[in-house]
């Protein structure tokens, strides 16, 4: 969104009148925003094979789903599910890795029937899928490296004592493993969390890479995963793209010399495409002075976008609606019965009950982490792609809230 005239617009488009067409609560994605950054991230490499997995459970939308399609990224998936919706979207299966974590065999075995690349995450899953397929599936392997980085302790996943991955500790045992079972290992993974600040933090993940490579010599790629920062707000350390890009590719162009193949190198980037395109526009419902600060109750809480809540998370704010207003200093809340807290102490154009606010950088991990709690319904969601806004997600209603609740008769009888 970029303020023209005071007017916030995405694509020429004026916020207001979005809000006005497909009411409110509403997360609004700028398909230009999305294009850029692909864009962005393939640019920043060079001389090698890159793929990019977007990792579709940061925004799952089969609408976003096709966008990504369009323009040329494949999916990286946690779920058959996620998978489910990625066909959908016309992906072929062999486009789509699916990175699991500890799930049951039974979703395993449902990912190989759908034809998924597999990324193993465990040793009994690499011996299940030796006992099971013998060399039959080939698969990619997920290694811990026990690399501490990262934002908030939550969403980092590559340290010593993270759930995520084999680690590289075990090297002997995966390679006994795949060696017993003759399992094809085409693929080497890691994720070692969010919110990495420098390329170095990649370059040390991809060395205990190619330090394994040594021991599989058919592999097809190399997957670094994620873990791309984005600015939340001003001033926010990010990713360095442009240098994450020359350093990685350089590395990886003298790993593939030294390895005698040129392998894929892939990416699997989540908040880093849709992060920024996305906004929760709401309305302000109640402005409440109390003796020590102003609230701002909105019509949306941690149901709807449940980031700051949960990772302390900051989303700058926009008074759409009030844009030119005096300056003041207000607690921005939802109105889920519990501490539900957007902002504090954040200093906004005067807010007005029924003014709009966006919360800016909602893409990524807003409506896919959005739950009915207090039955409130979720919001819709649109995409403003060649300058239309579409609905690519109804609004939830009360029906929805009840379609899968089960009426038991004998319950409706009173007895005292
Ligand atoms: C969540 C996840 C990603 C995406 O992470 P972002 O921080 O959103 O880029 C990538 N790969 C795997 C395996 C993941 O679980």
Redesign the pocket.
């Known amino acids: 969104m970029q303020v023209t005239n005071q007017v916030y617009q995405i694509q020429g488009v004026d916020v207001l009148d979005i809000a006005g067409q497909f009411g409110l609560p509403l997360y609004v994605y700028d398909a230009d925003k999305i294009i850029e950054k692909v864009n962005e991230l393939r640019s920043s490499f060079t001389g090698v094979n890159l793929k990019i997995?977007y990792?579709a459970?940061?925004l799952t939308n089969i609408s976003i789903l096709r966008l990504m399609r369009q323009q040329g990224t494949e999916l990286?998936v946690?779920s058959v599910n996620e998978a489910r919706m990625g066909l959908l979207a016309g992906f072929e299966p062999q486009q789509i890795l699916f990175?699991p974590?500890g799930v049951a065999f039974a979703e395993i075995e449902e990912a190989i029937e759908l034809g998924l690349q597999l990324?193993v995450d465990s040793l009994p899953l690499l011996e299940f899928i030796g006992r099971q397929y013998g060399r039959a599936v080939p698969v990619s392997i997920?290694i811990n490296p026990h690399i501490a980085e990262g934002g908030n302790i939550k969403?980092q996943?590559g340290h010593a004592d993270s759930k995520?991955g084999i680690s590289i500790l075990q090297r002997p045992e995966i390679k006994a493993v795949t060696e017993t079972y003759g399992i094809p290992v085409v693929g080497l993974?890691i994720?070692t969390?969010?919110?990495f600040k420098n390329a170095d933090a990649f370059l040390r993940g991809a060395e205990v890479l190619f330090e394994l490579a040594a021991d599989y010599p058919d592999l097809r790629f190399m997957d670094f995963?994620?873990?791309?920062k984005v600015a939340y707000k001003e001033g926010d350390h990010v990713t360095d793209l442009a240098d994450l890009g020359s350093k990685v590719s350089r590395a990886f162009q003298a790993f593939c010399e030294r390895y005698g193949r040129e392998l894929e190198l892939w990416f699997?980037?989540?908040?880093?495409?849709?992060?920024e395109c996305g906004s929760l526009l709401v309305q302000t419902n109640v402005v409440k002075e109390n003796p020590s600060r102003t609230f701002v109750h909105i019509n949306s809480g941690l149901n709807h976008l449940i980031r700051p809540m949960m990772y302390d998370a900051w989303h700058d704010i926009v008074n759409v609606s009030n844009p030119t207003g005096d300056e003041k200093n207000y607690t921005v809340v939802g109105y889920i019965c519990e501490t539900d807290t957007f902002a504090t102490d954040r200093n906004l154009p005067e807010v007005r009950p029924g003014d709009i606010l966006a919360f800016k950088n909602a893409g990524?991990?807003g409506y896919m982490m959005a739950s009915n709690y207090n039955s409130r319904p979720r919001p819709a969601e649109v995409l403003v792609y060649e300058g239309q806004p579409y609905l690519i997600r109804r609004r939830e209603t009360f029906d929805d809230l009840i379609r899968n609740q089960v009426d038991v008769p004998v319950l409706n009888a009173v007895t005292v």
């Open positions: 997995k990792a459970k940061a990286d946690v990175t974590s990324n997920r969403i996943t995520f993974h994720h969390g969010s919110d995963g994620s873990g791309f699997e980037p989540g908040k880093l495409l849709v992060s990524a991990y």
